[in-house]
């Protein structure tokens, strides 16, 4: 079982301050979980380290690690939530009691649902640090996946592909992602597993050799034109990712040339360009294979450039480019911004850092904005009575609400119940709201229902009907 000090072992220069929360929650968390068993037999208490070494694995700080082991102690163990507030303070409750309601939100499974949920937990979250411990907690689990009930297996690696996956990925923690992916896949999917997995047994070494004897090559001619201080590494795309891939392409394995990839890392973005140049000067590029992701970074942020060359011995190879820090970012993303701390030790809260960090070259402007809008102040999450979820824009009507179910019921709407109550057309719902939609075979939208509506949805519709009307 991993000690406190492993895990504050992980650490990067950690605090006196940090260290001794963390082995606070350490003894307190062991001794509250002391009669708990896992369905591996272990002690729970095995369970709530590994979640907290995950995190600290990620590069978050103490606050984030004590949490990490008092994820379970509400739920599990019935320690109150006045004394975790007592003993760690009320951040750590926060956070505490964010992943414990996290944990209510069930998994229906149907691919309609997954967009919504994922929006759901992130709009639950409020402040993604309780997603980031989630999803720690989600990776060990993973990691113990093979002794739980068999029954149990399918609905948490299901879950875990389509949801917690996606959503690692989403906010650039894209090893994380892969880890997740990597670890359901055969829960999941176990034929497809299997066919991938003969594949690139096959085929991996074959390419590995090649890879090396490139790799060797490209280093030369680097150091040849003076870049120097590159660090060369390649990196074996995950089972899941190449499943998936291999289904985009119709099953042309032949046709994937990114199984393996040669990643090179240099000091600054005026050295990407340049190593560019010397790698087409030297090889022949695949043409329609080049992405700039630097001058135009992908939605969650991933900036590189791609190429992919003939090494000229027959084969193929994908080549990364990117910066140290473009690097750490693509693997951890927004987790890599945790690690700042003000100069007075004080943590801030990290959304609004990023936020205030908006032209930083660091994050794309695009991510940012799509982080505010799409989850944090631009939509809103309404309930239909039965419990789902309706996901739509900020100050939303029930006409939205209506159209967002079914046409024919925003077609026919004359009033709504909001949290039971009567309430007229034009009012704004909320977050959390429970909407009940009235009708009447006599109504039909109005010029009016324009001026209160927001979603593309609904105007057309509106408008749709209007336009008959006018013709009648
Ligand atoms: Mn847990």
């Known amino acids: 079982m991993l000690t406190a000090q492993d895990i504050i072992n992980v650490m990067n220069s950690p605090t006196d301050a940090e260290v001794a929360l963390i082995k606070k929650a350490y003894d307190f968390a062991q001794e509250a979980h002391k009669d708990q068993k896992r369905f591996t037999g272990e002690p729970y208490f095995v369970h709530l380290t590994e979640t907290a070494k995950n995190l600290a694995d990620l590069g978050m700080n103490g606050t984030m690690i004590a949490a990490g082991l008092l994820h ?21 409750l926060f956070l505490v009691e964010g992943v414990t309601k996290l944990g209510t939100v069930k ?9 919504s949920m994922r929006k759901l937990f992130v709009a639950m979250s409020q402040d993604l640090r309780v997603l980031i411990i989630k999803l720690a907690d989600r990776l060990h689990n993973m990691r113990t996946l093979h002794h739980v009930p068999e029954k149990k ?41 299997k066919k991938i997995q003969q594949f690139t047994k096959k085929k991996q070494s074959e390419i590995e050799d090649r890879l090396k004897k490139f790799y060797k090559s490209v280093r030369k001619v680097l150091a040849k034109e003076d870049i120097i201080s590159v660090q060369t ?101 927004i987790a890599s911004h945790m690690k700042y701390k003000d100069g007075s030790g004080k943590k801030t809260h990290w959304i609004q850092e990023l936020v205030q960090q908006e032209n930083t070259s660091y994050l794309s402007k695009n991510f940012i904005t799509s982080l505010k809008s799409d989850f944090l102040k631009e939509r809103i999450f309404v309930f239909t009575p039965k419990g789902d979820v309706i996901d739509l824009p900020i100050d ?77």
């Open 107 to 115: 998994y229906r499974g149907t691919t309609q649902h997954n967009e």
């Open 233 to 333: 590494d390649y990196r074996v795309k995950s089972l899941y990712s190449l499943h998936k891939k291999i289904l985009k392409k119709k099953g042309e394995l032949e046709k994937i040339y990114d199984i393996i990839a040669l990643r090179i890392i240099v000091n600054d973005v005026g050295d990407c360009y340049k190593v560019l140049g010397i790698i087409h000067g030297t090889w022949r590029p695949l043409p329609g294979r080049i992405k700039d992701y630097i001058a135009f970074p992908k939605p969650n942020g991933y900036r590189s450039i791609h190429t992919t060359i003939f090494t000229g011995d027959g084969s193929i190879v994908e080549v990364q480019i990117k910066t140290k820090e473009m690097h750490e970012q693509a693997e951890f993303g």
């Open 153 to 193: 297996q399918k609905r948490i690696a299901g879950e875990t592909l389509e949801i917690y996956a996606p959503l690692a990925y989403r906010f650039g923690m894209r090893k994380l992602s892969r880890q997740l992916e990597d670890l359901a896949f055969p829960f999941v999917l176990p034929e497809e597993y």
């Open 72 to 92: 379970d102690s509400i739920e599990d163990v019935g320690v109150t939530p006045q004394t975790i507030e007592k003993e760690f303070g009320k951040e750590i």
């Open 396 to 472: 939303s009507s029930p006409i939205d609400f209506a159209y967002s179910v079914h046409s024919d019921l925003g077609d026919h709407i004359s009033g709504a119940h909001v949290n039971g109550k009567f309430s007229s057309l034009d009012r704004k719902l909320k977050n959390g709201d429970i909407v009940v939609v009235i009708t009447k075979a006599s109504s039909h939208p109005t010029q009016k229902w324009l001026d209160f509506c927001k979603t593309t949805m609904a105007k057309r519709h509106i408008r749709s009907i209007l336009d008959k009307i006018s013709k009648k």
